[in-house]
């Protein structure tokens, strides 16, 4: 029987430990074969949840906290073979770069034409299994987050901060509507570059975030009431900390809002990662295209005719992934990136706003989870110069 453990791991660092204390890793993931930035990769302290994930760019850097000084970072991805070394070897480098080395199987075209009913076997499987597979019980999420607002090439606004969520079912499946009421977070600290001004000013784009969890969140490929109106293929296998991983593409030629989550999705397409030997789910991209776009989430209806600018284009792609940690998984991480370009009205101008937005799970609390009823819509919290001094973070782009 598995004993659900306290507190897994840390990775938010106190703030007792002063900044010339902290070891600092920095460098590069690259693709071995190809030379190319490897986005989205994991670069933690093996048997716990100390990390960070490496940028768009590829770089990353990793505060780690003198009593770990004795352990082995591990560098991760999904597709790759992973890398292993201690803590004190790489800190000895200036830069700690790293090339992973691609590990795709190929899969015959025969063996892929005889196995199309059987993908929807193994997405079904994969469903199935999540209560064995990710904790069904209250827990804490402590996460990094970062949001940005461009309008055209214009940085706007760009907040980042260390949030709270409490889930008080676990990862027991809901609708969206279901989980909204079963999830809460409060922000514990914020840094941006921008006062708040307006009520829109304190918002951020943590709900949207956190609706690409499709573990979680029912509406998207996982609905198995709508699977059957998904073209499923399985375009190859790879591998994941060392376990092989069907890699299923997923597209809904007619998409709705019960099978995606989105009110005006037009067309809907990604790709689930799933692992042989367990049927978890560790990664998932999507890509989607829409018609309008309501504020207030994917899902809600938008009254057009108070629109002062009409969408030309909307489109949005997003990449989650899980990890496994002792008995279960949990988020890791999840990027997310949407482009809107609008038309006014009556001036016929046009203008283009894109929004980027990442959480990467810090720490999970299982034992007396702390209660969060209300999600905080609105941030307003100071900046604590010494608090992010140590805090582990995603690197800007370079």
Known sequence: MRKIVGILAFLLLT?????????????????????EALPFVNVGLVGTYVGAATNMDGFYELRISPKYKNKVIEISAVGYSTAKVPVAEAAKQKNFNVQLAPMAFEVGEVEILAESRLQYTRVKKAVETIAKNYLQTPFNYDMYY???LKSGENLVQLREAAVRLYDNKGYKRGDAYQVFKERG???????KNFENETLADGGTYLDELLEMDIVRVRGNVLNLNELDDYKLKLEGETEYEGDKVWIISYENPKPTLAATGDYYVKTYKGKLYIKQKDYAIVKNTMEVTATNYSPQGRSFYVEESRQSYMPQTISYIATTIYKKHLDYYYLSYVAYQRTHNWQNKLTKGKKQES??????VTKIGTLNPQVIERRAYYENKPYNAEFWKTYNIIRDRK
Do not use: C, M, N, P
């Open 15 to 35: 703030v007792s430990v002063s900044a010339q204390e902290i070891i600092l890793i920095s460098g590069k993931v690259t693709d071995k074969k190809t030379g």
């Open 146 to 148: 970062r949001g940005e």
């Open 185 to 191: 977070y409060d922000f514990l600290e914020v840094r």
């Open 355 to 360: 929004i980027s937005a990442e959480l990467l």
